[in-house]
């Protein structure tokens, strides 16, 4: 699929789907370059269909056609025999047969069902349905046939039972997990809101009630799963940022500001899992703990009587002034055979700047923000973020 093209994607299109099934009214796809493209989505115009694409990054927006990829390729691992995995293509067309006529959890009915409006007639009923009553062996074959149907009918409810006690409790464990703030932004039944009401009452007496989890102006963290090959994931960090909220788009959406020097190439909506709130400090009071100060109440300490100033500025303490800090590097000491960091430095009093070890500086402040604009340059490299343009 690497060098397939928009152009190749709306033929396949026309002959896999379109001539089979006819135009869809909408057609759901990720942000791929191919379904945004001009071609495709003139495409779709000529068929009368609506397209609309899931959020960036967010495979959870397609759930059900991302769930059934994940079948079918775990399908394809366990009947594939080659080593080199070279003979899927031979055995694909019978396991989509197979799920085709396999029960969806979701409708109810087959794949199969959905879409001609019978079953198929599977190996398993030719087998039951082409007996008769008969004497001798026919008779026995029948008796064992009608065993066959009654275990299979047992093990379908036994399966749908399965199905429904873990997909509830998967439910559970998702809710569970869900914070407070998040629970309070999913639209509930008045069922779940009359019973969840009880239980948040003393919770929410101190906090006012909100249905958005960031306001406008505050400040998040950005995930961003992908990293350039070659590179390891577990130690590349995934959060950048931070960014400001612009707005609120939908309910789990929201538009962020991206400054134009930033460096990240993405779209400005993304979605809320995505997003994790920078801890502005909520433990320090917020309140004024004086009253206003008037000049009534000022009280004036004579300057006389205070000490002198103990402080001395660096140049008369015999220490240069420090401008900048323009680059660093590591190179190996061949004393001591270790690498020592050294540091560009531009000096107020001198016209060519130097190299000088960290602990010939003193100028703390310049250095930490030198050091934290590295940190993020560093992590911006290893980000490779698509165009979504």
């Known amino acids: 699929m690497s060098d397939t093209t928009a152009l190749t994607v709306a033929q396949a299109f026309e002959e896999c789907i379109y ?20 071609v495709f989505q003139a495409f779709t115009e000529m068929m009368q269909s609506r397209s609309r694409a899931t959020l960036s990054y967010r495979p959870q927006a397609n759930g059900q056609q991302e769930r059934s990829v994940k079948t079918v ?41 959905l879409v001609h409006g019978w079953d198929a007639h599977s190996t398993l009923q030719a087998m039951t349905t082409s007996l008769r009553r008969g004497t001798g062996k026919q008779s026995d074959a029948l008796m064992w046939c009608r065993e066959v149907n009654r275990q299979q009918e047992i093990a379908f409810e036994m399966a749908k039972q399965y199905q429904a006690t873990e997909k509830a409790r998967r439910g559970r464990e998702h809710n569970e997990a869900l914070s407070r703030r998040e629970r309070a932004a999913v639209p509930q039944s008045p069922e779940g809101a009359t019973s969840a009401t009880h239980e948040s009452t003393a919770n929410d007496e101190s906090e006012p009630a909100t249905r958005s989890l960031f306001e406008p102006g505050s400040r998040v963290w950005l995930y961003m799963e992908r990293v350039k090959p070659g590179l390891t994931k577990k130690r590349a960090h995934r959060w950048h940022g931070p960014f400001r909220v612009k707005r609120k788009v939908e309910e789990y959406a929201y538009e962020l500001e991206l400054p134009d020097r930033s460096g990240y190439r993405l779209y400005p909506i993304v979605h809320v899992s995505r997003l994790k709130a920078v801890s502005e400090f909520g433990d320090r009071p917020r309140t004024r703990l004086a009253p206003d100060v008037t000049e009534d109440s000022r009280f004036d300490l004579d300057e006389e009587l205070l000490p002198e100033d103990s402080w001395e500025p660096d140049g008369l303490a015999g220490e240069s ?29 001198q016209d060519e700047p130097t190299w000088e070890p960290m602990s010939n500086l003193s100028c703390g402040g310049m250095l930490y923000d030198y050091l934290q604009r590295k940190k993020r340059e560093h992590r911006l490299q290893m980000v490779q973020v698509a165009d979504e343009d």
């Open 19 to 38: 001539r089979r099934f006819g135009a869809p009214s909408l057609i759901r796809h990720d942000r791929d370059p191919r379904f945004m493209s001009e």
């Open 73 to 113: 390729m775990q399908s394809i691992k366990v009947y594939v025999e080659d080593p080199l995995q070279q003979d899927w293509d031979e055995i694909v067309e019978r396991l989509v047969f197979a799920i085709n006529t396999s029960l969806d959890t979701t409708r109810k009915e087959t794949p199969f069902y």
């Open 321 to 349: 002034e420090v401008l900048e800090i323009l680059d660093d590097r590591m190179p190996m000491s061949t004393r001591t055979g270790r690498s020592i960091r050294e540091f560009k430095i531009k000096w107020a009093d």
